[in-house]
C-alpha cells in the first residue's frame, strides 16, 4: 500500500462528503491507497453520510474504512490513531474541510519519492 487518506471529521457532513469526493476525483490511478475517515463522536450524521458515499462511490468507496469514536478526542489523538491504523507508506492527514486539486496528490507522492530525506 503506498498511500493513506486519513481524513479526521467532527461534525462537518457536508464539508467530509466535499472532501471524499475530491480525493476520489483526484487520486492518481497508478497508485495504491487507502481512504480513513476518523469520525469524532459527531451528532450531524456524518457517520452515516460516509457510509452512504462509499456505498454510491462504488470501486473507490471500497477503500473506505470509517473509525467511529464515542467520545471527542484532540487532533493530536485522532492523528495518531489514524496513523496507527494506517497501512500506506505514505500518510496524508486531512480534516474534513479539506478539497485536493487535480494533481495535488501525485505531486505529493513525487516530491516525497526525489527526496529521500523527505
Not at 476518523?38 to 452515516?48: K, M, R, T, V
Not at 470501486?59 to 471527542?72: A, C, K, P, Q, V
Not at 500518510?91 to 526525489?114: H, Q, S, V
Given at each position: 500500500?503506498?498511500?493513506?487518506?486519513?481524513?479526521?471529521?467532527?461534525?462537518?457532513?457536508?464539508?467530509?462528503i466535499?472532501?471524499?469526493?475530491?480525493?476520489?476525483?483526484?487520486?492518481?490511478?497508478?497508485?495504491?491507497?487507502?481512504?480513513?475517515?476518523?469520525?469524532?463522536?459527531?451528532?450531524?450524521?456524518?457517520?452515516?453520510?460516509?457510509?452512504?458515499?462509499?456505498?454510491?462511490?462504488g470501486?473507490?468507496?471500497?477503500?473506505?474504512?470509517?473509525?467511529?469514536?464515542d467520545?471527542?478526542?484532540?487532533?493530536?489523538?485522532?492523528?495518531?490513531?489514524?496513523?496507527?491504523?494506517?497501512?500506506?507508506?505514505?500518510?496524508?492527514?486531512?480534516?474534513?474541510?479539506?478539497?485536493?486539486?487535480?494533481?495535488?496528490?501525485?505531486?505529493?507522492?513525487?516530491?516525497?519519492?526525489?527526496?529521500?530525506?523527505?
Amino acid at each position: 500500500m503506498e498511500l493513506s487518506y486519513c481524513v479526521v471529521n467532527t461534525n462537518g457532513r457536508d464539508d467530509l462528503i466535499a472532501c471524499l469526493e475530491a480525493i476520489a476525483r483526484t487520486h492518481p490511478a497508478e497508485v495504491e491507497g487507502e481512504l480513513l475517515v476518523l469520525d469524532n463522536a459527531s451528532d450531524d450524521g456524518s457517520a452515516e453520510a460516509a457510509r452512504q458515499w462509499a456505498a454510491r462511490a462504488g470501486e473507490f468507496g471500497s477503500f473506505l474504512r470509517l473509525i467511529e469514536r464515542d467520545r471527542r478526542a484532540g487532533k493530536a489523538e485522532n492523528d495518531s490513531l489514524l496513523l496507527r491504523e494506517a497501512r500506506g507508506e505514505l500518510c496524508l492527514l486531512l480534516n474534513e474541510d479539506a478539497e485536493l486539486d487535480a494533481g495535488t496528490t501525485a505531486a505529493l507522492i513525487g516530491a516525497l519519492r526525489a527526496d529521500p530525506q523527505a
